[in-house]
């Protein structure tokens, strides 16, 4: 059965790092498109960042030159380096897997969702 399990998260001070982790099962991960979103309390989710299967990333403004999505295919394993954590990263964050066909048609995943608080 096909599915993504999160991994990291938790509670940070403001300045400081984490790294969350995607890992998938019953899908052929290198293929697929790999993002992470978020969605803090009373927002729409956004994209954060995301990777292509040819390793093209994509940032949102408010993390590039802090966060690094990266994946490793051999692994099945998508990760989201956080650094220089500030106060409004805060919120739950998801991962998803998508793979899109020529007609349209699509699959796509979702990781369960990790809470990320950045405080003092």
């Known amino acids: 059965q096909e599915h993504l399990v999160q991994s990291g998260g938790g509670l940070v001070q403001p300045g400081g790092s984490l790294r969350l982790s995607c890992s998938a099962s019953?899908?052929?991960?290198?293929?697929?498109?790999s993002g992470w979103y978020r969605q803090a309390p009373g927002k729409q989710r956004e994209l954060v960042a995301s990777?292509?299967?040819?390793?093209?990333?994509n940032y949102t403004d408010s993390v590039k030159g802090r966060f690094i999505i990266s994946r490793d295919n051999a692994r099945n394993t998508g990760y989201l380096q956080m650094n220089s954590l500030k106060p409004e990263d805060t919120a739950v964050y998801y991962c998803?897997?998508?793979?899109?066909?020529?007609?349209?048609?699509?699959?796509?995943?979702w990781g369960q969702g990790t809470q990320v608080t950045v405080s003092s």
């Open positions: 019953g899908i052929t991960f290198g293929i697929y498109t």
């Open positions: 998803m897997a998508r793979f899109a066909f020529a007609n349209g048609d699509a699959y796509e995943y």
């Open positions: 990777i292509t299967s040819g390793g093209i990333t």
